[in-house]
């Protein structure tokens, strides 16, 4: 099981840390993966990082403004998001591998809810 927290309302410009946690199994030989959905759009990739945290990737459109962290005796993941524009509003999931390493969604079997993240401007 996959739980996020830390989403919310907040003015461009701010920042948020998003946190996952995982339960029921051990994530921690495993990739993390952070993605999003907006409102009307397809669920894209946003982040992920290997369970060493040697692999990590960014999209794009949040690289230097993300960082994506990990704290396996915690079996928790985090993305740091900073510089918040609006076109970041969105859900934002947290997803568990199978594998040592993946960015496509395919890549990973077990999701979370989701947070929302809303950004006004």
């Known amino acids: 099981q996959l739980v996020e927290s830390g989403g919310g309302l907040v003015q461009a410009g701010d920042s948020l840390r998003l946190s996952c946690a995982a339960s029921g199994r051990t994530f921690s030989t495993y990739a993390m993966g952070w993605f999003r959905q907006a409102p009307g759009k397809e669920r894209e990739f946003v982040a992920a990082i290997s369970w060493s945290s040697g692999n990590i990737a960014y999209a794009d459109s949040v690289k230097g403004r993300a960082t994506v962290s990990r704290d396996n005796a915690k079996n928790t993941v985090y993305l740091q998001m900073n510089s918040l524009k609006p076109e970041d509003t969105a859900v934002y999931y947290c997803?568990?591998?199978?594998?040592?390493?993946?960015?496509?969604?395919?890549?990973?079997?077990?999701w979370g809810q989701g947070t929302q993240v809303t950004v006004s401007s």
């Open positions: 997803a568990a591998s199978t594998l040592f390493w993946g960015i496509r969604q395919t890549d990973f079997g077990s």
